[in-house]
């Protein structure tokens, strides 16, 4: 049962450069999301998506963007990276709509270093 | 949103019992207290979470404070592969979105 997988695992960007950061999970979750961890700032919630076809915008959207074209796959596009985007990034999902009473499950992350 | 307080770190000894205590006084009635740890910058994982009752899994029990403004987290028989950075989350969801709040959490040592 692989759960919520994430690639790359590590990537280096210079400024400018776009790149997909992929995200895949096979527990049938309708409820998936990227969150990016800072040093000292927790999990900030960038994009979300409660069902195929259907995302919403987070606390720190500016700069990415998603689509969900399958249960499965939520892909994390960053358009023209910047410095201020070296960071973690984390994706994870969970059943929809019992929400809260539902356990999010994370990936392991990627990370992302932009120069 | 009710943001959590954590100590910033703890030890505890191998074979007993680590109690990993959180506030969030101000949470509100519909928000979850949830934990999860990070072992050496791998992805959260999930620990446990409740509402108002207090909760038993195979890994741990959360207590919570009958006014719900302090849980805690209790590990009753930590080995050393549970060192690692313990977060108390207070997860409100808005408009389908699951916002985490969280604190700095507590880096938990477990010592031989």
């Known amino acids: 049962n692989a759960g919520v997988t994430q690639t790359p695992k590590f990537q280096v960007l210079k400024t400018g450069q776009s790149m997909t950061l992929q995200c895949a999970q096979d527990m049938n979750h309708e409820y998936m999301s990227w969150y990016r961890q800072d040093p000292g700032m927790g999990l900030r919630l960038i994009h979300y998506?409660?069902?195929?076809?259907?995302?919403d915008q987070g606390e720190v959207p500016n700069g990415y963007n998603v689509s969900r074209s399958t249960t499965e796959d939520f892909p994390l596009r960053l358009l023209s990276a910047a410095p201020s985007q070296t960071s973690v990034y984390f994706c994870?999902?969970?059943?929809?709509?019992?929400?809260?009473?539902?356990?999010?499950?994370f990936g392991n992350g990627t990370r992302l270093t932009v120069t | 949103d009710a943001k959590t307080t954590q100590p910033t770190s703890m030890d505890c000894a191998e074979g007993r019992a680590a109690n990993l205590p959180c506030n969030h006084s101000t949470i509100s009635g519909n928000e979850y207290v949830y934990w999860y740890r990070q072992i050496h910058s791998q992805g959260p994982q999930y620990i446990i979470h409740g509402l108002k009752n207090n909760e038993t899994n195979e890994m741990a029990s959360l207590i919570i404070t009958e006014d719900r403004k302090s849980s805690t987290l209790i590990l009753p028989h930590a080995t050393l592969r549970d060192t690692a950075v313990y977060y108390c989350?207070?997860?409100?969801?808005?408009?389908?979105?699951?916002?985490?709040?969280f604190g700095q959490g507590t880096r938990l040592t477990i010592n031989p």
């Open positions: 998506s409660v069902g195929a076809g259907i995302t």
């Open positions: 989350i207070v997860r409100v969801e808005i408009q389908g979105a699951q916002k985490l709040v």
């Open positions: 994870a999902s969970s059943y929809f709509p019992s929400g809260l009473a539902s356990p999010l499950h």
